[in-house]
Nanobody, 127 residues
Framework: QVQLVESGGGLVQAGGSLRLSCAAS????????MGWFRQAPGKEREIVAA????????YYADSVKGRFTIFRNNAKNTMYLLMNRLKPEDTAVYYC????????????????????WGQGTQVTVSS
């Protein structure tokens, strides 16, 4: 079992940057593949980025590729999402999630493949 808490959201102007953090409890964080998702009003929750348990493999949605960076520090039980060159269309609630399959070979990209979720943090990008 792992509990996830996101932080770092806020209001930023277009072109600005934010860094989201996802703090995890429990001893098994370092064995889980992790992901960042987002959900805008009236839209389905979608993958933003994902990272393997070791940090060696990453995935990015096309919409954020080249602007966002996902990384993790297993010693601190924390995952991050660095968001640069933010756009108004990045406005959403951002969630971190954990895939409970330990040492997973495949980095998952759909919501139903993740077992643990944080409460979300709001990111608002003004034009």
């Amino acid at each position: 079992q792992v509990q996830l808490v996101e932080s770092g959201g806020g209001l930023v102007q277009a072109g600005g940057s934010l860094r989201l953090s996802c703090a995890a409890s429990g001893r098994t964080f370092s064995t889980y593949n992790m992901g960042w998702f987002r959900q805008a009003p009236g839209k389905e929750r979608e993958i933003v980025a994902a990272i393997s348990w070791s940090g060696g493999t990453t995935y990015y949605a096309d919409s954020v590729k080249g602007r966002f960076t996902i990384f993790r520090n297993n010693a601190k039980n924390t995952m991050y999402l660095l968001m640069n060159r933010l756009k108004p269309e990045d406005t959403a609630v951002y969630y971190c999630a954990a895939d409970q399959r330990e040492y997973g070979i495949v980095v998952r990209t759909t919501t139903d493949e993740y077992n643990y979720w944080g409460q979300g943090t709001q990111v608002t990008v003004s034009s």
